[in-house]
């Protein structure tokens, strides 16, 4: 079942601003993955974190986890063209399959140069 | 990241038939592969896990009869849709896992299934 919402839904910015997207979910987790897809094509991994963490970096990217509000944010700097896809929250939960993700809808994002 | 593709990327076929669609895990060995549905604009849904040498888990809703896998090896699991319909038009992935602390899936580039 979809347990992870993201919003906003769709995000449409400039060249070099932020974009920040946010996914809350239900049930306790194990650990919580950003990926992102492009039209048409498979998903990337971006970052996870775990549930005892609080705030992960990578590159531009840099991802929040708060396990007592349920949410996590995806902040990606210094946005490019190139970033425009879809971005996907997928967590695993604890007590099930360590293995077994649940994504959320995804937010689109584009870029505009 | 490890690399794991899918074949065909794209097919269209008559309603009533089958068709099969490869997963291959490229530089790992996967005892367990996913395969996942999404239609457009929407999220991926978990359809199968697919584990080396045993019955795939289906998720719940999912026809076994009708989404028919088998992971023969470590490197190679297999969808079949079978009598297709219109309504089974999607965009399949699948995924291969790679055991770790992290666990971390690995997805194809997905397959696009028209039924006409």
């Known amino acids: 079942s979809q347990q992870g919402e993201e919003d906003p839904q769709a995000l449409s910015i400039q060249e070099g601003e932020n974009a920040t997207m946010n996914c809350s979910y239900k049930t306790s987790i194990n650990n919580l993955q950003w990926y992102r897809q492009n039209s048409g094509r498979g998903l990337v991994h971006l970052i996870l974190?775990?549930?005892?963490?609080r705030e992960k970096h990578s590159g531009r990217l840099r991802v929040t986890l708060d396990t007592s509000k349920k949410s996590s944010s995806l902040l990606i700097t210094a946005s490019r063209a190139a970033d425009t896809a879809s971005y996907f929250c997928?967590?695993?939960?604890?007590?099930?399959?360590?293995?077994?993700?649940?994504f959320g809808k995804g937010t689109l994002l584009t870029v505009n140069p | 990241g490890a690399v794991v593709s899918q074949h065909p990327s794209w097919v269209i076929c008559k309603s009533g038939t089958s068709v099969k669609i490869e997963c291959r895990s490229l530089?790992?060995?996967?005892?367990?592969m996913f395969w996942y549905r999404q239609f457009p604009k929407q999220s991926l849904m978990l359809m199968a896990t697919s584990n080396e040498g045993s019955k795939a888990t289906y998720e719940q809703g999912v026809e076994k009869d009708k989404f028919l896998i088998n992971h023969a090896s470590l490197t190679l699991s297999t969808l079949t849709v079978t009598s297709a319909h219109p309504e089974d038009s999607s965009f399949y992935i699948c995924?291969?896992?790679?055991?770790?602390?992290?666990?971390?899936?690995?997805f194809g580039p997905g397959t696009r299934l028209t039924v006409l």
């Open positions: 974190i775990r549930s005892n963490e």
């Open positions: 530089d790992f060995q996967a005892t367990t």
């Open positions: 995924s291969s896992l790679a055991v770790s602390s992290y666990n971390e899936q690995f």
């Open positions: 997928a967590t695993t939960n604890s007590g099930g399959s360590n293995y077994k993700l649940t």
